[in-house]
């Protein structure tokens, strides 16, 4: 069966962990960010997975190779302009047309049950069908409306509980994952920019056509900043009993304390350095005596010859690295 995984964004929230890669390539659980989604799809049956790219293609390319370590076979399209979410799809059609097939974002972690979610799609026969969770804590993603299975139109970021008069149902809000009929090609302008929901569900819902809802049950994470990144890679540490990822390479000296952390390849902790909730990039050497504490480090070098996106991370430089506090 084929798949599809978005990897063209450029990770900017994620600075200065992207400097040297993009975000798909990042290490997570082990594996690149994107290989850990790619087992997820193979646990479903999913072995032919189209991967789009733009920024950075070739730290994709290197990190995930043919595919064959995560037990599927990549085919990689590459966006010499970004096409956004249904433009990638339109992109990518020779590979994908024929039958049903599932798009991801190559950015989450999740355990949500996806044969349930093919169920919902060959029982309703929709043009799309949009998997869903419910929104209690009301974070910030756009809620979706849903009557009688199916979507019905798209809203802005919930308001918090506390400005919320009365009670009812949590918000509902995407998760990212759907499965499409090869009919939604005809809703998708070839080769502009153009987004899934603005371009293609708002117009087929008004038209008549169906997207369905399903809504599902099971954890998700989305990795899309650097908070994010560091709590999830803690959380499912500590489901396996640990509370430490150490990348190829990566040595902690006797009487360091490394914990609740991650540490990428080649990162050097010497004796006596303490860092707690932090990630340490490729590289990056904490000498002794030194705390990190709550941030990203990288080296150096990669962020003086690097520009600070908008949405990056701001830090400073300390030695031979550059340091920059996580927010909440």
Do not use: C
């Not at 993009?22 to 189209?50: N, Q, S």
């Not at 920024?55 to 994709?60: A, E, G, L």
């Not at 707690?276 to 050497?285: E, K, N």
């Amino acid at each position: 069966m084929r798949a599809m995984i978005l990897a063209a964004g450029y990770g900017t929230r994620l600075w200065p962990l992207t400097i040297d890669r993009t975000k798909p390539a990042i290490p997570f659980m082990g594996r690149p960010l994107i290989g850990y989604v790619a087992e997820y799809l193979a646990g479903y049956g999913f072995d032919d997975i189209v991967v789009n790219l733009h920024h950075q293609p070739d730290s994709v390319r290197a990190a995930l190779g043919d595919g064959s370590r995560f037990g599927v076979r990549f085919r990689y399209v590459e966006e010499p302009v970004i096409l956004g979410t249904s433009g990638a799809i339109s992109n990518a059609r020779a590979l994908l047309d024929g039958d049903h097939f599932v798009v991801i974002n190559g950015k989450l972690a999740t355990d949500i049950d996806l044969g349930e979610a093919l169920a919902t799609h060959r029982r309703t026969g929709a043009l799309a069908t949009l998997v869903l969770r419910p929104n209690p804590a009301r974070e910030r993603y756009s809620e979706v409306y849903v009557s009688g299975g199916l979507v019905t139109g798209f809203g802005g970021h919930p308001a918090p509980e506390s400005d919320k008069a009365g009670g009812g149902d949590a918000p509902l809000m995407f998760t990212g994952i759907q499965i499409l009929d090869p009919r939604v090609f005809e809703y998708i302008p070839p080769g502009v920019f153009s987004h899934s929901v603005t371009d293609v569900y708002v117009p087929a819902i008004a038209r008549g056509d169906r997207i369905a809802a399903h809504v599902a049950r099971g954890s998700w994470y989305e990795l899309s900043t650097v908070r994010r990144y560091l709590d999830t890679s803690v959380t499912l540490l500590k489901r396996e009993g640990r509370d430490l990822e150490l990348g190829e390479g990566s040595v902690v000296g006797e009487g360091a304390s490394v914990s609740e952390s991650v540490l990428w390849e080649g990162v050097h902790v010497a004796p006596g350095a303490r860092v707690t909730r932090s990630v340490l990039g490729a590289g990056v050497r904490v000498g002794a005596g030194e705390v990190f504490d709550n941030v990203a480090v990288v080296r150096a070098e990669l962020a003086r010859a690097s520009e600070r996106p908008e949405k990056g991370l701001p830090g400073e430089f300390r030695g031979s690295n550059f340091v920059a506090p996580i927010p909440e």
